[in-house]
């Protein structure tokens, strides 16, 4: 694969990681949204089984399929990335992807990609709707990475987008489908925004694109349950940073008619 840059597994530790994933978005402008896995026991043999299983659930944007970044660590987060590349011009698929680590994948290592899937993204400037690619950022932590690392961030974990992608804006959703219902609005874009959203067939169409992004994250997670050994226990969670139970705001909007 092109772009690769390498280092021992011993190589010099440094006070903060730095990853080919690191976005562009000044996250403090909005809330990002998270999907965690936890498996049963992983073990030397079952790595690279395991991680095609969940690489080969994951899905494409149509016009940008396979992964654009690696990043593969050892030890811990502070260590510097054995392997770091740059996919973009020629994107891998799972299995090249999966192979491409060979020896490299152990019980301690941490595996960082970059991938992207087709959502419904909505312009409160124009209030249009286009559908396009967005940015999944993808984590596989083996068990033995950072003593455990992945017992609270789960031995697979996305980084899913924007919140909004998935609830709304303006709390619009979620509350019986009347924009009358929302909270109050706390600047000026959230008060315009309502307004236009006061048109029923406007609200329609905004809560049926949302609820498509949330059918399509679904549909993922029905995928990775039916196709990993998904602890029976801990399972797969979703959560995001400005809601106190995300997955239950998604079920009220996904039901609201």
Known sequence: MPGAACA????????????????SYNVGV??????????????????????????STVPFSRTRPGFTQLVLRAVDLAETPLLERDL?????QPAELVESLGESLQMDSAVELEAWWDLWVFDPADGLWTERPERLELFFYAPEFEDGFWRDAGH??????????????????????SSSAAPAPRHPAEEEFLRRMSDPEKLREYAG???????????????IAQDL???????????????????????????QE
């Not at 809330?31 to 969940?54: D, H, M, S």
Request: contains cysteine; proline residues 6%; glycine residues 10%.
């Open 8 to 23: 021992s597994r011993s190589g010099a530790r440094r006070p903060a990681p730095c990853s080919l994933l690191q976005n």
């Open 209 to 223: 694109r949302t609820r498509e992004n949330i059918r399509r994250l679904q549909a993922w997670m029905e995928r």
């Open 30 to 55: 909005s809330n990002r949204a998270y999907l965690k896995v936890w498996c049963r026991e992983i073990t030397q043999p079952g790595l690279g089984p395991v991680l095609l299983n969940f690489l």
């Open 156 to 177: 697979f974990s996305a980084d899913l987008g924007f919140e909004h992608l998935f609830t709304g804006h303006a709390g619009l959703l979620g509350n019986g489908g």
């Open 229 to 255: 050994p998904v602890d029976p226990g801990r399972g797969l969670a979703l959560s995001s940073e400005g809601e106190e139970d995300f997955e239950a705001r998604l079920d009220a909007i996904a039901t």
């Open 88 to 92: 973009r011009s020629a994107p891998a």
